[in-house]
C-alpha cells in the first residue's frame, strides 16, 4: 500500500473511515486482482426486521491511465443480495424499486459520479433430494458500477450502507417502525 498512488491511498483511507449504522457491518476482504492495477474490497453484512439477511461487496478499483469504459481513474463495483418473499419475487415492479434503491442512496449522499450501470435480478430457487435448506428461496441481486468523480469516496460508501439497509428492509436512519422500542 505504500508503494500506491496517493489518490488511490486517499479513496481506500475514505472507504476504511466509513461508519456505518449499527445493523451494517464492514469488512475488508481480498480485492480482485486482475481487474485493474490497484484494487481494494469490502464485504458487507446486514439483517433488517424478519430476520431479512443482505450480504454484499463494495470494490474500488484505480488506473493511474483511466479505462475509457469508466470515463475516469476509479470504479465502485457493488454487489448486494438478500432474500426477499415469495410473494415479492412475483412484482414486476421489485427490479425497478431495487435500482431506484442505488440511485436514491447515491442522490442523497450527494455522491458525484458518472457513468452508472448495472442489472438488478430476480432469482428463485427450489431444493430437491438430499440438499439441506427450505424447499424454496427468493432472492435479490444488484450488479452495478459507476465512475466517482474524486478519490473522496466517503458519498459513495455511505450510499453503499444505505442500499444494504434497503436491501434489509431496515427503515430510514431515525424512522422507527412500528413495534419497535426505543432504548435510551
Same mark, same amino acid.
Given at each position: 500500500?505504500?508503494?500506491?498512488?496517493?489518490?488511490?491511498?486517499?479513496?481506500?483511507?475514505?472507504?476504511?473511515? #466509513?461508519?456505518?449504522?449499527?445493523?451494517?457491518?464492514?469488512?475488508?476482504?481480498?480485492?480482485?486482482?486482475?481487474?485493474?492495477?490497484?484494487?481494494?474490497?469490502?464485504?458487507?453484512?446486514?439483517?433488517?426486521?424478519?430476520?431479512?439477511?443482505?450480504?454484499?461487496?463494495?470494490?474500488? #478499483?484505480?488506473?493511474?491511465?483511466?479505462?475509457?469504459?469508466?470515463?475516469?481513474?476509479?470504479?465502485?463495483?457493488?454487489?448486494?443480495?438478500?432474500?426477499?418473499?415469495?410473494?415479492?419475487?412475483?412484482?414486476?415492479? #421489485?427490479?425497478?424499486?431495487?435500482?431506484?434503491?442505488?440511485?436514491?442512496?447515491?442522490?442523497?449522499?450527494?455522491?458525484?459520479?458518472?457513468?452508472?450501470?448495472?442489472?438488478?435480478?430476480?432469482?428463485?430457487?427450489?431444493?430437491?433430494?438430499?440438499?439441506?435448506?427450505?424447499?424454496?428461496?427468493?432472492?435479490?441481486?444488484?450488479?452495478?458500477?459507476?465512475?466517482?468523480?474524486?478519490?473522496?469516496?466517503?458519498?459513495?460508501?455511505?450510499?453503499?450502507?444505505? #442500499?444494504?439497509?434497503?436491501?434489509?428492509?431496515?427503515?430510514?436512519?431515525?424512522?422507527?417502525?412500528?413495534?419497535?422500542?426505543?432504548?435510551?
Amino acid at each position: 500500500m505504500t508503494q500506491a498512488p496517493e489518490e488511490f491511498r486517499q479513496a481506500v483511507a475514505a472507504l476504511q473511515a #466509513l461508519q456505518p449504522r449499527p445493523e451494517v457491518s464492514l469488512e475488508p476482504i481480498k480485492a480482485p486482482q486482475r481487474l485493474a492495477p490497484w484494487a481494494y474490497a469490502l464485504s458487507c453484512e446486514t439483517t433488517g426486521p424478519g430476520e431479512v439477511e443482505a450480504s454484499g461487496r463494495l470494490v474500488l #478499483l484505480h488506473d493511474p491511465d483511466g479505462q475509457e469504459t469508466w470515463d475516469g481513474v476509479f470504479r465502485l463495483v457493488a454487489y448486494v443480495r438478500a432474500g426477499i418473499d415469495k410473494e415479492l419475487a412475483t412484482d414486476p415492479f #421489485l427490479p425497478s424499486v431495487g435500482w431506484s434503491w442505488l440511485t436514491d442512496a447515491l442522490e442523497a449522499t450527494e455522491a458525484e459520479f458518472t457513468a452508472l450501470g448495472g442489472t438488478v435480478t430476480e432469482t428463485s430457487s427450489a431444493r430437491f433430494g438430499e440438499i439441506s435448506g427450505p424447499s424454496r428461496t427468493d432472492d435479490l441481486e444488484l450488479r452495478a458500477s459507476w465512475t466517482p468523480l474524486t478519490p473522496e469516496l466517503g458519498p459513495h460508501g455511505d450510499a453503499f450502507c444505505q #442500499l444494504m439497509a434497503s436491501y434489509a428492509g431496515l427503515p430510514p436512519v431515525g424512522v422507527t417502525m412500528f413495534g419497535q422500542r426505543r432504548t435510551s
